[in-house]
């Protein structure tokens, strides 16, 4: 079995995962860049989609943790060859998933303002996350059903039909971008932030509606709702649980370090939404390989191949560090003009490149984690996973930051915080995977 733990297989999956993962930042990054340019109030509209983009990225990691735990499921019971056993899970699993979604939709848009007021959004950066929010909200169901058909695909060893999708998505939202911001003269008006925000709306409807389409014509899964309810279907709600609550600690961290930027100051808002974007952007990069851990991981724990689980584990993360060096060395070549992408504004660029080394340098930290993190989901380890990220958030990211903030070093505290909650995460991971795997490989 652990033959199929080679170059060849790996980025069978790898490649098409990053380039299906990078799809989401590059939405992100895109708007951020065209928004960052708007001749009107750029540097107000710029904050808001910061600001909204963060706490829509909250929402959807938070209850978009149903991917993970199918994709789990799916690709144990692949390697163990009882798939039939979970055929009606996925739909079971994703009706949940969209109801529980519409709740949340209708819960927040009633209170969009005093939302944003927690981020101490005011006046005008206000005024522009309310618009944003109100249209980029709806998206919200069909992209929890985007994430939770790729999590089936991957379950399944497929990484290549979300690649496809998540391109074809990427690509239209930037063709929207610049039709609907900027306008069109004598054809279309410029809408400005709401206009990207209809081009992702737009995109995202699209990309739900070809994940349905590819779903039922290439595989035997089925999105017909039938009862009883599947065996497993108490396992995945358990394990969604755990990653729900690792996902609110993860995103307490992204959300006091907009909140802590925004107290700074317009500049530092605009700084700190260009840097978590690109940390972003570099986190899905890294991730294909983590997908990869995650699809083959839960298939060969199914079939019992500790050798080729602990040669994945290996081969993976060397690869994942040479992805890691690679962007690394883009990152500092490419310093000054990375930031001329996303603003024209001089007092933001200089804030922004006051801290891009260390997001670049923080990388391989990043990629540790990441990697291990993929493979744990893979075989089901959500609560270890869970304690990990709350260890490293109320241990290690708050303390460090409110350290930094006393001590004066104030935006520089942001990111050191994120260094240090980075390393808690793929140390404390590392070593687990050790102290488990190990005594069970022949040749390790």
Sequence with gaps: MSTQVNFKSINKLAIPATISGIAEPILSITDTAIVGNIPVDGLESLAAAGIVGSFLSMLIWVLGQTRSSISAIISQYLGAGRLNEVKNLPAQAIFLNILLSIVVLLTTIFVIE??????????????????????????????????????????????????????????????????LVYGIDGFIPALYLEGAAWASLISQAIMAILSLILLVKKTDISMKLTLPLNKEIKRLIFMSLNLFVRTLALNAALMLAVREATTLGDRFIGAHTIAVNLWLFAAFFID??????????????????????????????????????????????????????????????????????????????????????????????????????????FLGFIPCLYLGMYLGLGFYSIWIAFVVWMMIRGFSLVWKFRRKFRPLVQNP
């Design 114 to 179: 005093e939302i944003f007021e927690l981020f101490n959004a005011s006046g005008k950066i206000l005024e522009y996350c309310v618009s944003y929010y109100s249209i980029r909200v709806w998206g919200f169901p069909l992209t929890l059903f985007t994430f939770a058909v790729f999590g089936i695909f991957r379950g399944l060893q497929n990484t290549f039909y979300p690649m496809v999708i998540a391109m074809l998505g990427a690509g239209l939202n930037i063709l929207l971008d610049f039709v």
């Design 288 to 393: 294909g390989y983590a997908a990869a851990g995650n699809s083959m991981g839960g298939k060969l724990l199914g079939a019992s191949d500790y050798d080729g689980l602990w040669k994945l584990a290996k081969t993976i993360f060397k690869y994942g560090m040479i992805v890691s060096l690679a962007l690394m060395c883009l990152g500092f070549v490419f310093y000054r003009p990375i930031g001329h992408l996303f603003s024209n504004e001089e007092i933001v660029l200089n804030t922004f490149y006051s801290i891009f080394y260390i997001v670049i340098l923080g990388l391989p930290m990043n990629t540790l984690a990441f990697i291990f993190d993929g493979i744990f989901k893979g075989m089901g380890e959500m609560k270890y996973l869970r304690n990990v990220l709350l260890a490293a958030t």
